[in-house]
């Protein structure tokens, strides 16, 4: 299992471009959730997906939008770039370890907006 | 709203010695309680989970208290090694299986 995996790993945009973020899962997980990271501010959920077909705002949506092509891919794309999206974002998918249920990250694609 | 935090300060101590991270929320009544470990440029890697009925949760090394009435949870690396040095974060569940996520204690283990 290749578990989540994310596409680009490093970007760089200039203000105005756009660009789509790609997240997929092997593990046959529902729920998937896209994060971004900025120093201080811990993990902030920008939109999730409970299940195909189906998603959600989080706590920072704006500027943000997102598709849930099928149930393995959960994409974030961004319209309008800006510098205050210079960030680390991390999918995530969320499903049993054991008895427990908990989420599992991708490595992370490290975005910078000039 | 919901708000959590962790030790702001970077923890440094020496190899042998017991870690100890705390977790404080507010405005909020969790079900469960998660840690996570994250090493520099990866994501985030599940550790231990602990729910509101439980006090104490123990895997291998590491130990995870959870204090409701607080609202407090502890978490404990003892005879801490130099890989042990990453940075923590706490989170608590909240609505429709969403985590609230701490900002992370980064935590170096001088050999």
């Known amino acids: 299992n290749a578990g989540v995996t994310q596409t680009p790993k490093f970007q760089v945009l200039k203000t105005g471009q756009s660009m789509t973020l790609q997240c997929a899962q092997d593990?046959?997980?529902?729920?998937m959730y896209w994060y971004r990271q900025d120093p201080g501010m811990g993990l902030r959920l920008i939109y999730y997906?409970?299940?195909?077909?189906?998603?959600d705002k989080g706590e920072v949506p704006n500027g943000y939008n997102v598709s849930r092509l099928n149930k393995r891919e959960f994409s974030l794309r961004l319209e309008s770039a800006a510098p205050s999206q210079t960030s680390v974002y991390f999918c995530a998918s969320r499903g049993f370890q054991g008895v427990v249920n908990t989420q599992y990250f991708g490595p992370g694609t490290r975005l910078t907006v000039l | 709203s919901q708000k959590i935090e962790q030790n702001s300060e970077a923890l440094n101590i020496q190899e042998g010695k017991t870690a100890t991270l705390t977790c404080n929320y507010t405005n909020y009544s969790p079900a469960y309680l998660q840690w996570y470990r994250q090493d520099p440029g990866r994501g985030p890697v599940f550790l231990l989970l602990?729910?509101?009925?439980?006090k104490e949760k123990r895997k291998e090394r590491l130990k995870v208290t959870f204090d409701t009435t607080l609202k407090q949870s502890l978490f404990h690396i003892t005879a801490s090694q130099p890989a042990d040095s990453a940075t923590y974060l706490c989170a608590l569940d909240s609505t429709g299986g969403k985590l609230i996520f701490g900002q992370g204690t980064e935590l170096s283990v001088k050999p």
């Open positions: 997906s409970a299940s195909e077909g189906t998603t």
């Open positions: 602990i729910r509101e009925n439980e």
């Open positions: 593990m046959n997980h529902n729920s």
